[in-house]
């Protein structure tokens, strides 16, 4: 147990459907990441949320959209996805965004037909 | 830009072996360096981090990592191989505090065999 738990843990869409990733932390952190890992790349920094304020946004497509309600939530709401997304999506949390650590979930392995 | 090189995107060991993982670093200032682990179906744990104290660094898991700054590397190295370092290890650097300012590299699969 990590501390942060991602649902679902596997994700079946097609293009046309929409979705939504949820990230809960019970750490009591103040800093929130979505990341995207694909095979044989590095790991992409998507989304950082900072006492529930996008801090920063890596150029990511506006196809998906993230949403922080709470310190403690935080969702990736996904439309017409295109096949090259399928992907593992990371969430990741932190005391703060001037950590140097942060604390992963085990991810949603998303697939996209 | 910082960046990171890990060479080989696989390592395969005997269980009991020297494990030795590489990872190269470019950085215009004194970095942060960080080695995490993803074990199968779970995200990444942090193994051990640089940030400009000793320059031998004790992670958990017997793991350690040393900082060179005339080779500009940070590899990873554990003495005994067990078959629960099966994993995933990416190494990752940063030049300023702050999570979201790490450059993870591309990991390196560690497998032993028994």
């Known amino acids: 147990e990590t501390g942060v738990t991602q649902t679902p843990r596997h994700l079946v869409m097609g293009m046309t459907n929409k979705k939504s990733l949820k990230c809960e932390q019970h750490?009591?952190?103040?800093?929130m990441y979505w990341y995207k890992q694909s095979a044989k790349k590095p790991l992409e920094l998507m989304f950082v949320?900072?006492?529930?304020?996008?801090?920063e946004n890596n150029s990511v497509p506006s196809r998906f959209s993230p949403e922080c309600p709470n310190s403690s939530h935080l969702f990736l709401h996904l439309h017409t996805l295109q096949p090259e997304d399928s992907a593992l999506y990371l969430c990741?949390?932190?005391?703060?965004?001037?950590?140097?650590?942060?604390?992963f979930g085990q991810g949603t392995r998303l697939t996209v037909v | 830009a910082q960046s990171v090189t890990q060479l080989g995107s696989h390592v395969s060991v005997s269980e009991g072996a020297l494990v030795l993982l590489r990872c190269n670093y470019s950085?215009?200032?004194?970095?942060?360096l960080f080695w995490y682990v993803q074990y199968p179906n779970q995200g990444l744990q942090l193994l051990l981090k640089?940030?400009?104290?000793?320059?031998l660094v004790k992670g958990i898991n017997g793991f350690e990592a040393e900082f060179k700054k005339s080779e500009t590397s940070f590899h990873l190295t554990k003495p005994s191989a067990h078959m629960s370092d099966a994993a995933e290890y990416f190494c990752?650097?940063?030049?300023?505090?702050?999570?979201?300012?790490?450059?993870f590299g591309t990991g390196t699969r560690l497998l032993v065999s028994p």
């Open positions: 640089y940030t400009s104290a000793a320059t």
């Open positions: 990741a949390s932190s005391q703060d965004f001037q950590d140097t650590e942060a604390f």
């Open positions: 750490l009591g952190h103040n800093a």
């Open positions: 949320y900072s006492l529930e304020e996008r801090v």
């Open positions: 990752a650097v940063s030049e300023n505090t702050g999570f979201q300012k790490l450059v």
């Open positions: 950085s215009s200032v004194p970095p942060y």
